[in-house]
């Protein structure tokens, strides 16, 4: 699962741009960029402000989706990752 960096590339190539332009915004190369794009590498949550502006989406709603993210790969591999949300909504 990879959701913010699906949407971080989906929302690039439809504004047409590069990740050279991107990465240098965010202050990182090119490759790292590809990486956080693929997944493998996980993007910094003060990138997300920066990757909003770049890309013109709401901050909130890519914070939202990097968040996710995040709680999905601590409790990916636990049977009871589903009942642990809903105690923690509670």
Same mark, same amino acid.
């Given at each position: ?8 590339? /989906?929302?690039? /190539?439809?504004?047409?741009? =590069? ?7 965010? @202050?990182? @190369? +090119? ?5 956080? /794009? ?17 890309? +013109?989406?709401?901050?909130? @709603?890519? =914070?939202? =989706?990097?968040?996710? @993210? ?19 909504? /509670?």
């Amino acid at each position: 699962m990879n959701h913010f960096g699906e949407k971080i590339k /989906e929302l690039r /190539e439809q504004k047409g741009l =590069l990740q050279k332009h991107i990465a240098s915004r965010l @202050d990182i @190369d +090119t490759p790292m960029l590809s990486k956080i /794009e693929r997944g493998e590498r996980k993007a910094k949550r003060e990138q997300v402000p920066i990757f909003a502006k770049e890309l +013109t989406i709401d901050k909130d @709603d890519l =914070l939202s =989706l990097w968040l996710a @993210d995040q709680i999905y790969n601590v409790v990916k591999d636990e049977n009871m990752a589903l009942k642990a949300i809903r105690v923690a909504e /509670e």
